[in-house]
């Protein structure tokens, strides 16, 4: 049968293709309504053979046995589908099954599946299919009452006693082998506890949840005002599922767990690695891709006169094959995309734009990781973390992409993928050349991307307002200055807090957003804004203090602004050179040539480094940071000038951290904070350079992190590192690495340079050095990087072979 079995996913040209599904009988004896197979789009169907001739069956296992031989796959998968595949009879079914076994055995192991509706499966066919080592997959979408809303007869009779009564067959001892799972179609109208409940009485060795074919076109059933019935839906199963102690695997669960090494075909950013064989031998791409449009699964070739290779090559399953880099803008910068991966392909078609779209599933996709993430047991992995990295185009790969089918080795491994041309510039700018404008840029603008994404999903949350209205019209008119605005590093992190609070925002800064971005655009406009702590706060433009107030009006208006809260009004002016106006504090911008760093010391979502912030500066203190930061600033460009251009193409806040006196050298970064740093405040340029060098570092690298996995996302190896006692995960290790890194190339200009303390620096060279020299051989040998991991690394490598030849 047809179903909704998951059988499908894409391939590249380049890559050899293992997983086949030969559709052996294009009719079924049911008439679900959720078929795609018949009730979609694409109606293809009709023109096809009934069945698929023993000539075509011979033909199709040929050109897998060629592929097979010519590729030096160790395996390959094939899965018998429909329409419904028993229907062929035993005779039918044990000539396809001895075709397949003939051609490809010998050289290859087979693994064969099968997906059934069950209704015909008896002993004779189990024992056939035993003894030809198929796994079966069973249709069932809950109890009575759950199956019977789509999976019934023509007549419109009710399917579920022979589904259960197939999986009763499955549960003997002597069938038990082959019983691969049950495959389950989500209807919002079911119970979810039923559903779950009735699944697992079949004791099924694997569960498949799919969610039902949608796309932006036929958007899914939702109830009204419901953001993510889905993820909703899915979560009271997850959570069930948690409770019970995860007895039974669920593969979109697994999938979607961070670290778990998971990966299907509605999830995950695994290469597709699949074909399709109609019933007339055509070549077909991923079968669910009916629900897009007539036709959307084919290819114009054939097992006749084409080669699997060749097939492969056909666009519309090359572009699978490119990983992050087949997704839309959205999708890439999305910060779950290692684990949604743009949900299932058919899911993301829309007249006009086709798939390039994320999936009309997005907001529930989300909602699901945000869920699986908070669950606590072994498949915890931590509040959502919006700056979990995507891996890269063509990497990732981790786990099975149809029912219970095993992906090969080779597409498991960490490390073993072709690179991306434009991820390994990225990355040599990153490392070899510290990250000049280009290379700055595109991290900014993958940043800006992940903040749209949350600022959306803040939306879906919390609902339209004026303030959403005026920054979505200025985003159309004024796109720049509305980028501008949230490119404020701290937008992401209040969204952060806020999703994290799930669904109980504390603090909306959507108006005060509107109200910059009008400011930037030039755009009249009066916006009511929320107070908090006694302040209304204009993020990167300043705060004025306004007592116990809920919120204030600000009317834009140009050269300035005009608040009203309660019975203080306030003229802003913004050309930075009028008086400033009693309890407006401005954010500081120091005169620094050539740079754009401001001190922020007013902003609340500042307070996002696990570590006391300074509170607002007196101006004096503030200007003799502003001078500290200045000379610092010209520092590194004297030491290292490459670091001094890295600084100033992304470093635009730096934020004064509270006073330690057993601590005077202190300095963070945030991963979600792009774009600034946080310092002690100190009078010693040059040691304010090595901080700033240090943490921009650290910025650099965690949002290359957000683009790329540089470390493999299960590993949970840990590394001694010279610099602190405990050994640390390999992320870390990475970061401190790569932050000593620029530290020694600092000390290594100073120490070669000539100046009265060449000595001291020196010493600091050689411990530095030492220390990322150690780490850089410990990270190579942990074998946790992935391929661009390692490549990233060994540049560092390079780098600190190049400074000691530079040293003689
Ligand atoms: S069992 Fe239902 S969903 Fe599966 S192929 Fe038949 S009609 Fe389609
Ligand atoms: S944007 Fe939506 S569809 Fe795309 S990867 Fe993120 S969650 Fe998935």
Not at 557 to 583: F, Q
Not at 591 to 607: H, K, L, N, W
């Amino acid at each position: 049968m047809a179903c909704r079995c998951g059988a499908a996913g894409p391939a590249a040209p380049c890559r050899p293709i293992s997983q086949y599904v030969l559709k052996v009988h294009s009719r079924c004896d049911l008439s679900c309504d959720h078929c795609y197979v018949y009730q979609e789009a694409d109606q293809t169907w009709r023109d096809k053979p009934v069945r698929m001739a023993a000539s075509t069956v011979r033909a199709a296992a040929a050109r897998i046995a060629e592929h097979a031989r010519a590729h030096d796959l160790p395996a390959v998968h094939v899965v018998l589908h429909g329409g419904e595949p028993l229907l062929l009879g035993p005779a039918g079914l044990r000539e396809v099954l001895a075709e397949l076994r003939a051609a490809l055995t010998p050289g290859v192991v087979l693994d064969l599946r099968m997906q059934t509706n069950g209704v015909l499966l008896d002993e004779e066919l189990c024992r056939l299919l035993v003894a030809y080592e198929v796994k079966i997959g069973v249709s069932l979408d809950g109890d009575r009452a759950a199956n019977d809303r789509h999976r019934i007869f023509a007549h419109g009779g009710s399917s579920h006693a022979h589904a259960r009564r197939a999986l009763a067959l499955l549960r003997r001892p002597e069938f038990r082998g082959s019983y691969a799972g049950i495959l389950c179609t989500i209807d919002l109208r079911n119970d979810p506890d039923q559903v779950y409940s009735a699944l697992l009485a079949e004791a099924p060795p694997r569960i498949d949840l799919l969610l039902p074919h949608a796309t932006w076109d036929r958007p899914p059933r939702r109830p009204p005002g419901v953001a993510t019935p889905y993820a909703d839906w899915l979560g009271r199963i997850h959570r069930r599922w948690v409770d019970d102690g995860r007895p039974v695997p669920i593969r979109l669960f697994e999938a979607l767990t961070s670290g778990a090494g998971g990966g299907t075909e509605a999830v995950g950013l695994a290469p597709a690695d699949l074909l399709v064989v109609e019933t007339d031998g055509s070549w077909e791409q991923v079968d669910s891709l009916k629900v897009a449009f007539h036709g959307a699964a084919g290819t114009d070739l054939d097992v006749f006169a084409h080669p699997v290779d060749e097939a492969a090559r056909h666009p519309g399953v090359a572009i699978r094959q490119e990983g992050l880099a087949g997704l839309c803008a959205t999708c890439r910068a999305c910060p779950v995309v290692s684990r949604c991966g743009g949900g299932l392909y058919p899911h993301r078609w829309r007249t006009g734009t086709g798939f390039d779209n994320p999936s009309v599933y997005c907001a529930d996709l989300q909602a699901l990781i945000a869920t699986v993430d908070s669950a606590p047991g072994p498949d915890r992995a931590g509040t959502p973390r919006p700056g979990d990295a995507p891996a890269p185009a063509g990497a990732g790969g981790r786990g099975p992409r149809s029912p219970g089918i095993p992906v090969p080795r080779s597409a498991e491994s960490v490390g073993d993928r072709a690179v991306d041309p434009a991820a390994d510039r990225l990355l040599a700018e990153i490392v070899g050349g510290h990250g000049g404008p280009w290379a700055l840029d595109v991290l900014a603008q993958t940043q800006l991307s992940i903040t749209r994404v949350l600022l959306e999903t803040w939306r879906d949350i919390t609902g339209g307002s004026a303030a959403w209205e005026l920054l979505a019209e200025l985003d159309a008119t004024a796109g720049d200055a509305v980028g501008a605005v949230l490119a404020h590093p701290f937008v992401r992190p209040w969204l952060v807090r806020q999703l994290a609070r799930r669904g109980t925002p504390d603090v909306d800064l959507v108006p005060a957003l509107a109200v910059v971005a009008a400011v930037r655009a030039g755009v009249e406009a009066v916006v009511e804004v929320p107070v908090r702590g006694g302040a209304l706060v204009l993020p990167a433009l300043g705060r004025l203090t306004v007592g116990d107030e809920r919120a204030g009006e600000v009317r834009t208006a140009p050269g300035g602004l005009y608040i009203r809260v309660g019975s203080v009004s306030r003229t802003v002016p913004l050309d930075g050179a009028s008086t400033t106006p009693t309890g407006w504090q401005p954010v500081r911008r120091p005169p620094i040539a050539d740079a754009m760093i401001s001190i922020e010391d007013v902003d609340p979502e500042r307070d996002c480094y696990g570590q006391p912030v300074a509170p607002t500066l007196d101006d004096d203190a503030a200007d003799a940071l502003g001078d500290t930061l200045a000379l610092a600033r010209l520092a590194v460009h004297r030491d290292v000038p490459a670091h001094g251009v890295a600084l100033d193409a992304g470093l635009r806040a730096v934020v004064p951290l509270a006073p330690d006196p057993l601590a005077p050298w202190r300095s963070a970064t945030a991963r979600q904070a792009f774009g600034a740093i946080a310092v002690a405040e100190m009078s010693d340029a040059d040691a304010m350079a090595v901080l700033l060098v240090h943490e921009w570092q650290h910025g650099k690298l965690g949002a290359l992190m957000d683009l790329y996995d540089l470390v493999d996302p299960a590993s949970s190896v840990r590394i001694p590192v010279a610099w602190r006692p405990d050994p640390r995960p390999v992320e870390g290790a990475l970061q401190g690495a790569y932050a000593h890194l620029a530290v020694t190339e600092v000390w290594h200009a100073r120490a070669t340079a000539d100046r009265p303390d060449a000595q001291v620096a020196r010493g600091h060279l050689v411990r530095y050095r030492d220390w990322t020299r150690e780490a850089v051989e410990a990270l190579l040998g942990a074998g946790t990087l992935t391929d661009l991991g390692e490549r990233f690394v060994g540049r560092m490598g390079h780098v600190l072979e190049e400074l000691r030849a530079d040293q003689g």
